[in-house]
């Protein structure tokens, strides 16, 4: 099953939760991932793959260009979770797109936090150990609307249907 959300307005509050990292874990964490791309590219290297090198580092640099245009999205705490997702949320692969147009916009950060939080700690409760899962984040703003579109591919169980007022989010489940 895939889960896919697109939410316009919500708002709310958020309580303390495991998504927060301290600034010490966050350089730790972006240290740890930088000198794994830098050993897959010296990897490629040494096995006298040049080509394959070179894709690594256009790989790596395509990422972190889709990861800087996060900052034009104008919700920072929404912005820090898709950046940590994966040293927080470890049994998930994840890639991102972005087309954003920087824009006010009229959304609770706190509260769209809260709700990814909801949606992958539930998902996490059924995972299956020894299964592979990959999320994909596209999100999409201009100046008028915006969406984040999140689809996860792996063998999921039932999880329940509603986190937040459907007055707010439009969540719609596909197989």
Not at 77 to 104: E, G, H, M, P
Request: proline residues 2%; glycine residues 4%.
């Amino acid at each position: 099953k895939c889960y896919t959300v697109c939410t316009y307005r919500i708002d709310g509050v958020r309580e303390m939760s495991k998504g927060e990292l301290s600034q010490t874990e966050l350089l730790a964490f972006a240290r740890h991932d930088f000198l794994n791309d830098l050993q897959i590219i010296l990897m490629h290297l040494d096995l006298g793959n040049p080509a394959e090198a070179r894709n690594a580092i256009f790989k790596t640099t395509k990422a972190m260009g889709q990861r800087s245009l996060l900052s034009g999205f104008g919700l920072p705490k929404v912005q820090q979770w898709l950046l940590t997702f994966d040293w927080v949320y470890t049994a998930f692969r994840s890639t991102l797109t972005c087309s954003i147009r920087k824009a006010n916009r009229s959304v609770s950060d706190d509260t769209l936090v809260a709700y990814l939080e909801a949606i992958f700690n539930e998902v996490e409760e059924v995972l299956d150990p020894l299964s592979d899962y990959d999320v994909h984040f596209d999100i999409f703003a201009d100046e008028k609307e915006w969406s984040i579109t999140i689809t996860i591919k792996g063998e999921l169980h039932e999880t329940k249907k509603k986190r937040i007022s459907t007055d707010n989010v439009n969540i719609v489940e596909m197989i």
